[in-house]
């Protein structure tokens, strides 16, 4: 018999965690609940942006501007479900709204895609994990990490080598070879867009972008990156994906903002199912996966025990991440 | 399983009743060394192999919509109505095998 590859999915459905109807039912797409969502995602954009307007000539636009990049860096959530093509039922729309908010947070995404799915496969394995976050081994560190210092740097190496036209080693492993044409088009186009609104917010004194966007985003981030680290940072490097992942329990407004995924070790279980029934995959697996309570400030508190004992993610607590 | 019948370069193997066949889904069937998908879609039955062209993970564990069914894994998909895949990071096509319907059983030529 030819044999499937092993994944989580093909796990809980052998321990008795999920049947396959239950995986027919959690898999279940649609159109609205998204477009639902989208709606009421534009009108909080609308009401930040307000927030921003109304606040100009004061100091009271920084906090203004900062709300706004916190929404707007939360599209990375949003085109991480595209991604998954669970947002909506139409696949096309997927790829529309995916390209959009990659385009917002500066997130080419084909190339998002083929390297998340190299995180899925190899979620928590230092050197094959191309989204693997090393857990920080000073406090130093972990503030660094925060700022977004590093992330800006790589995002913006990356775009700068794909409108070069070449991939790194460790692309050139997740991104097919036929593909690679598409890669640097991708990251052509979009830098091109980039320049002709730079050069028109010159030209016509519009810096509208710069206070809505530009810096709201760069005073956003930070708060991405503190979310991305609650996934799996401090979780142990190791393939079993009950252990290597969070799931954090968030209040509604995140949970609004993140489009479920805190329900992270539930979506790395099985990826197909969308944002909206992760809750319901949720109750029929929170006794098996880790799920940390208090939030997202109960997993920075996880990982910053383990910075302040020296202790690593690894299953013996010594094991430390390589990178 | 019986071969049927020769026809051409293949023959005919009989591989499911179709009342096991899951209405609207896509269904797990062995047969010999083969893993296959068998999918009730809105234009009849189909048949392709089992795994993904991708990463190798079974597809009767995907979603399945229409003619399209998505991998469980990466939702690289394949329009099974012809095996070409229509979303990265699919990028080869699946194989899929002629297959009819013969006294309340589907066939599939090999």
Redesign the interface.
């Known amino acids: 018999m030819t044999n499937a590859i092993i994944t989580p999915l093909t796990q809980a459905l052998a321990e008795g965690k999920l049947s396959r109807g239950d995986l027919k039912s959690l898999m279940q797409r649609s159109n609205r609940p998204a477009l639902l969502r989208l709606v009421v995602w534009v009108g909080v954009l609308g009401l930040t942006s307000t927030l921003i307007a109304i606040s100009f000539n004061s100091l009271w636009i920084w906090p203004a501007m900062f709300v706004q990049g916190i929404v707007l860096v939360h599209h990375f959530s949003l085109q991480h479900e595209c991604v998954h093509y669970s947002v909506f039922r139409t696949r096309w729309l997927n790829n529309v709204v995916g390209y959009i908010c990659g385009f917002i947070i500066m997130l080419p995404h084909k190339h998002f895609r083929y390297e998340h799915c190299d995180h899925h496969t190899y979620t928590q394995l230092p050197g094959d994990d191309p989204e693997l976050i090393p857990t920080p081994e000073t406090i130093g560190q972990y503030l660094f990490y925060l700022t977004a210092i590093p992330y800006w740097r790589t995002k913006f190496t990356e775009l700068f080598r794909h409108v070069a036209g070449r991939l790194s080693a460790q692309e050139k492993r997740f991104v097919p070879r036929v593909e690679q044409g598409a890669i640097f088009r991708e990251a052509r186009i979009m830098a091109g867009l980039y320049a002709l609104i730079l050069a028109a917010m010159v030209t016509f004194s519009w810096w509208g972008p710069l206070w809505y966007w530009f810096i709201p985003l760069l005073l956003g981030e930070p708060v991405m990156r503190f979310v991305r680290m609650t996934e799996h940072v401090g979780r142990p490097l190791v393939a079993q994906m009950h252990e290597n992942t969070r799931t954090n329990l968030v209040s509604l407004p995140w949970k609004f903002l993140c489009w479920n995924m805190n329900y992270h070790a539930e979506h790395h279980y099985v990826s197909s199912v969308p944002f909206h029934a992760l809750p319901r995959l949720h109750d029929m697996l929170k006794t098996h996966i880790h799920v940390q309570s208090g939030g997202y400030f109960g997993a920075h508190r996880d990982i910053l025990r383990q910075v302040l004992t020296h202790r690593g993610p690894g299953l013996d607590g010594g094991a430390r991440d390589e990178r | 399983m019986g071969v049927r019948a020769m026809s051409g370069k293949g023959a005919w193997h009989d591989l499911i009743a179709l009342d096991e066949i899951e209405e609207g ?1 896509v269904t797990r069937v ?1 047969l010999g ?3 296959l998908a068998v999918y009730h879609t809105p234009s009849g039955f189909h048949v392709s ?3 993904c062209t ?5 597809l009767c ?3 399945f ?1 229409g003619h ?1 069914i ?1 991998c ?4 690289g ?1 394949f329009d099974v109505r012809d095996g070409r895949p ?4 699919a ?1 080869r096509a699946l194989k899929v095998f002629p297959c009819r319907e013969e006294d309340g059983r589907l066939q599939i030529m090999l």
């Open positions: 889904w062995d060394a083969r893993r192999l089992a795994l991708h990463g190798g993970a079974d564990d995907g979603y919509d399209v998505e469980p894994l990466h939702q998909a229509i979303s990265a990071p990028t």
